[in-house]
C-alpha cells in the first residue's frame, strides 16, 4: 500500500477533523501535504504505523478524494466521502446497480422478496447495493450469493465468482471493516468481501455508533440507479435511504405491502406518493431501461413443488390472506388434514401464519 493511502486513512481517523473539511483538503492537496498543514492536530508517527498495521491485517485497500481509483460515483457529490475502506473490487461498481434496502424486522414474505428480487436481478448482470443489517438488506445479498453459486455450478466449477457474468453484491457498512456488524453476518461480510465489494467510510477499529447509519445510507443511495424499499416503517433507516436518493434525483420504487401490517406503512406511504410498484425483478429492469420481457429467464425457486393436493389449498387462497375457518369453507377439506398441510407448506417455504392469517409467498400465487 502506498504512502498516501496510509496517510488518508489515518486523517480520517483525526478527531474533529470532519470529512468536509478533509475532503476540501484532499481535493488540491496530496494527503503528506494535509498531514503537514495540520500541524498539532496532525496525527503522529506511532498513529500512522499503527494505521498501516491495521489496514495490512484487515487486508483493506484505500482510496480518497485526488486519488486516481476514487469512485466517479462519489466524486461530484453533493456529500462526498473524503476517505473510503473497501475489500474487494471497486470496478464492481461500473456494472449496473439497483439498491435493496427495508426493515430488520422483516416478515417472512420480505426476506423472501428480497432474496428472489436481488437473484433475479444478479442473473441479468445487476449488481445489488445494500447495507449488510440483519433483514431486508442481508436476504437481497443472500439472494446475490444463491445466484452466483448456481452460476458456477452450471460451468462445473470451472468459474469463480468474478467470472461469473451475475451481478456482485455492494455493501456500504457503518462500522470499520474489521468490526463485523451484526456478528451473525459474518459469513455474508465475508462473501461480500472476497467476492464483490465492502465498503466503509469509517476506519479501522470503528465501532457501529447510530449516528454512523444515516452517513452510510447517503454513500449507499449514491451509489444506486434505482432504489428499491421492501417493507418499510414510516421512519428509519430506509426512508433516511430514501430521502438520500430523492436528493440525488434516483429512482426510488417500492414493494406493495399489506394494509395490515406495521411494516409495510413507509413502502405504502410511498407508493401514495407516486414511487413505482415492484412485483418483479421486470419492473426494475424496466427502469433501469434493460428491459427484456421478451426474453425473461427461468425465475429460481428451490422449494420442493408441492404435491397435486398442496397445490389446490394454495390456489384457494387466491393471493389474499385467509384464516383457517375461511380455508376449510372454501374447500370443504378436514381440519387435520389441512393444518397438517399448512404446516408442511410453511415449513416448505410456500405459505406463511401472521397473526392467524395464511398467506402465499411469492409466485406460490
Known amino acids: 500500500m502506498n504512502e498516501d493511502c496510509v496517510f488518508a486513512a489515518a486523517l480520517s481517523a483525526v478527531p474533529r477533523l470532519g470529512t468536509r473539511r478533509l475532503s ?38 484505500v482510496s480518497y478524494v485526488g486519488a486516481h481509483d476514487y469512485p466517479a460515483l462519489l466524486l461530484d457529490d453533493v456529500a462526498r466521502p473524503s476517505v473510503l475502506f473497501y475489500r474487494g473490487d471497486l470496478n464492481v461498481l461500473q456494472q449496473r446497480r439497483v439498491g435493496i434496502v ?4 422483516a416478515t417472512a414474505a420480505g426476506r423472501y422478496m428480497a432474496s428472489h428480487l436481488a437473484y433475479d ?54 462500522s470499520g471493516l474489521d468490526v463485523t456488524y451484526p456478528k451473525e ?24 455508533e447510530a449516528f454512523r447509519f444515516p452517513l452510510r445510507n447517503r454513500i449507499l443511495a449514491a451509489l444506486c440507479e434505482v432504489l428499491v424499499v421492501i417493507e418499510s416503517h414510516a421512519k428509519g433507516g430506509s426512508m433516511i435511504t430514501v430521502e438520500e436518493a430523492q436528493r440525488r434525483d434516483i429512482t426510488v420504487m417500492a414493494v406493495p405491502g399489506s394494509p395490515r401490517a ?15 410498484p415492484v412485483v418483479d425483478a421486470t419492473d426494475v429492469m424496466v427502469a433501469l431501461g434493460l428491459d427484456n420481457r421478451r426474453n425473461h429467464p427461468q425465475v429460481f425457486d428451490s422449494r420442493r413443488t408441492p404435491s397435486a393436493q398442496d397445490q389446490i389449498l394454495i390456489s384457494h387462497m387466491r393471493c389474499e390472506a385467509v384464516t383457517l375457518d375461511q380455508l ?38
Open 24 to 61: 476540501a483538503m484532499l481535493a488540491v492537496q496530496s494527503p503528506r501535504k494535509a498531514m503537514e498543514m495540520l500541524g498539532r492536530e496532525a496525527p503522529s508517527t506511532q498513529d500512522i504505523a499503527a494505521m498501516k498495521q491495521k489496514l495490512e491485517d484487515g487486508e483493506m485497500s
Open 102 to 105: 427495508g426493515t430488520r424486522a
Open 121 to 174: 436481478l444478479s442473473e441479468q448482470g445487476v449488481a445489488i447495493v445494500s447495507g449488510l443489517a440483519r433483514g431486508i438488506d442481508a436476504w437481497a445479498h443472500k439472494g446475490v450469493l444463491l445466484a452466483l453459486d448456481r452460476d458456477i455450478k452450471s460451468h462445473d466449477s470451472k468459474i469463480s465468482a468474478r467470472d461469473s457474468h451475475c451481478g456482485q453484491a455492494i455493501a456500504i457498512v457503518a
Open 185 to 208: 453476518n459474518a459469513e455474508l461480510w465475508k462473501f461480500v468481501a472476497e467476492n464483490g465489494l465492502l465498503v466503509s467510510e469509517s476506519p479501522p477499529g470503528t465501532m457501529p
Open 262 to 276: 406495521l411494516s409495510s406503512f413507509g413502502t405504502n406511504l410511498l407508493l401514495q406518493q407516486g414511487c413505482a
Open 328 to 365: 376449510l369453507m372454501r374447500t370443504s377439506t378436514d381440519l387435520v388434514q389441512t393444518a397438517l398441510a399448512l404446516g408442511r407448506l410453511e415449513s416448505e417455504g410456500w405459505v406463511v401464519n401472521n397473526a392467524g392469517w395464511w398467506e402465499v409467498l411469492g409466485r406460490g400465487c
